[in-house]
């Protein structure tokens, strides 16, 4: 993480925020390489995560041939448009998060 102040280490807190969340976004690659992401639901409970889904499709067929992947799930805080800071590019725009991945 870039922003080292907002990089959350406690065990504790990380499992709370997981348990308090529902959604989250599983990357992986598919069988050509390229980059696929999907926005699942998921449930935390005893250190590990389940992904609500089917046993077919395209996150199996991927996670089948690469077996690697990666789970993100985050907290929109806020959204800061880009008028609020003064600016009227989206370059401007921000929010404020709290993510975890595993």
Partial sequence: MRRQEFDICDKNEI???LKAERTGVLSMTDSRGDPYAVP?????LDGEVYIHGAL???KYDCIRAHGKVQFTVYREYSYIPSY????MSAC???????ITDL
């Fill in 15 to 17: 499992d709370d925020f």
């Fill in 40 to 44: 699942v639901s998921y449930v935390y």
């Fill in 56 to 58: 077919q499709g395209k």
């Fill in 84 to 87: 609020a800071t003064g600016g």
């Fill in 92 to 98: 401007s725009a921000s929010s404020f998060y709290n």
